[in-house]
């Protein structure tokens, strides 16, 4: 069975020091990777996918992710963060193994930007 | 501009009551999905739909209901025997078949017990 889990539940860094959020997978075939962000109180919205191409897959706002088979991982992160960054973040995992199924979500990290 | 439309955006039910959030795409999408999310716990699949009249159960179906009578359209029904309901409820849709495209969420309902 495929699972996501995300280190740390709150991760609180200053303005324009380097964001680093964990998330690592579990999956038996080549899994399809996601980051999520939820601002208070919205939807989530995607950040970015890695789909088998490219194994460091850029998004939107400068975050970036890179997959890392060894190591089971796909950790977002972005050079320097900005207070608008402040938000919950969600990596989540699906493969054509679960075709038909639904995104597994790891539980989130909220993000708090202090200046 | 294509989306997914969730309403409303709270809701307030009294206890023993059934209520019905809405959830609306125009993306042309098959799939539909509804999620429940507490603080600290993420998003808890409900239920998940991947063609018009029929869906399937998720990891914490008991207590609600849903159809799927349309594409377009997928609604939640929290029923009276939920015995928790007060949560954030998204919804989202899917190409189906697609498990590397990701989905596409509405803005949310907040369901309150009053």
């Known amino acids: 069975a495929q699972s996501v889990t995300q280190l740390g539940s709150h991760v609180s860094v200053s303005e324009g020091a380097l964001v680093l959020l964990r998330c690592n997978y579990s999956s038996s075939v080549p899994p399809y990777l996601f980051w999520y962000v939820q601002y208070p109180n919205q939807g989530l919205q995607l950040l970015l996918k890695?789909?088998?191409?490219?194994?460091l897959v850029k998004g939107i706002n400068g975050f970036e992710a890179e997959f890392k088979k060894s190591e089971t991982s796909f950790h977002l992160t972005k050079p320097s963060a900005h207070m608008s960054d402040a938000a919950e973040y969600f990596c989540a995992v699906s493969s054509l193994e679960q075709a038909g199924t639904a995104l597994i979500f790891g539980k989130g990290t909220t993000l708090s930007v202090s200046s | 501009d294509g989306g997914i439309t969730q309403s409303p955006k709270y809701l307030f039910r009294k206890e023993g009551q059934n209520v019905t959030l809405s959830c609306e795409q125009n993306l042309n999408h098959d799939a539909m999905y509804w999620y429940r999310q507490d603080p600290g716990q993420g998003l808890r699949l409900i239920y998940y739909s991947q063609i018009v009249n029929d869906f399937q159960k998720g990891d914490i179906a008991e207590g609600y209901s849903v159809s799927r009578e349309k594409k377009e359209s997928f609604p939640l029904t929290v029923t009276s025997a939920q015995k928790n309901p007060t949560a954030f409820y998204l919804c989202?849709?899917?190409?189906?078949?697609?498990?590397?495209?990701?989905?596409?969420f509405g803005s949310g309902t907040r369901l309150t017990v009053v």
């Open positions: 890695y789909t088998s191409a490219a194994t």
């Open positions: 989202a849709s899917s190409i189906t078949g697609a498990e590397n495209y990701g989905y596409t």
